[in-house]
């Protein structure tokens, strides 16, 4: 809970925000960290601490398609049926040209899908 304390900004709208008063007058905002996957915000705290290292994830490598790779990137047990696969195509036909699945590399795509799946 957020006290009303010196250091503390209430905005117009009457929100109290969690300032930090420097020397000099500056105020600047104080801000909890927290981390996780899109939709998800945990708290770090000693029994959740920061992670230091990417987490792993599963490669997959279809080159049946010569001169066309497929490259696809999930994380660890993720079915090739379900939507949640970072796919891209790398054509070297003509050196290494790369495009991702629906322009981007999110993990949406499915890699049973790569084939049809446009890339840009």
Do not use: H
């Not at 006290?3 to 900004?9: I, M, S, Y």
């Not at 490669?59 to 079915?79: F, H, N, R, W």
């Not at 003509?94 to 446009?118: C, E, K, M, Q, Y």
């Amino acid at each position: 809970m957020i006290r009303a304390v010196p250091d503390n900004t209430r905005q117009e709208d009457n929100d109290l925000i969690a300032t930090d008063l420097l020397p000099g007058g500056i105020k600047v905002q104080r801000v909890k960290m927290q981390e996780g996957e899109d939709g998800i915000a945990r708290d770090i705290n000693p029994s959740n601490p920061l992670p230091t290292s990417a987490p792993t994830l599963t490669p997959m490598l279809d080159d049946s398609a010569d001169p066309v790779l497929y490259v696809g990137e999930a994380q660890p047990g993720v079915a090739t049926s379900a939507p949640l696969w970072r796919i891209k195509r790398v054509d070297v036909s003509a050196g290494a040209i790369t495009a991702w699945a629906d322009s981007d590399a999110n993990f949406d795509n499915v890699w049973d899908d790569r084939v049809s799946l446009s890339y840009g």
